[in-house]
């Protein structure tokens, strides 16, 4: 079992810049992939961008170029650090660990892009 704590979403202008993190406890060894999902109210949860244990990584389409995901094994730690954001990133964004065939997920921060 997996458990994952978010931090560092909050409201920012257009243009600007976040930097969340997911601090992974538990059967970190079982870990082989973690990433973030964005949902919007009454849409679907869709998939922002994942790293996987060998270091490779794989974005949306929307956000390749502006967000950076990297991960810290020391502290059990995966980032996403999102650069020129914009108004249609408003979303709540959610980490999740992925240890064999189970799928843990974060409680969810809420980011908020607006002028």
């Known amino acids: 079992q997996v458990q994952l704590v978010e931090s560092g979403g909050g409201l920012v202008q257009p243009g600007g810049s976040l930097r969340l993190s997911c601090a992974a406890s538990g059967s970190i060894p079982s870990i082989n992939a973690m990433g973030w999902y964005r949902q919007v109210l009454g849409k679907e949860r869709e998939l922002v961008a994942l790293i996987i244990s060998d270091g490779s990584t794989n974005y949306a389409a929307s956000v390749k170029g502006r967000f950076t995901i990297s991960r810290d094994n020391a502290k059990n730690t995966v980032f996403l650090q999102m650069n020129s954001l914009k108004v249609e990133d408003t979303a709540v964004y959610y980490c999740?660990?992925?240890?064999?065939?189970?799928?843990?997920w974060g409680q969810g921060t809420q980011v908020t892009v607006s002028s």
């Open positions: 999740f660990a992925d240890s064999g065939w189970n799928r843990s």
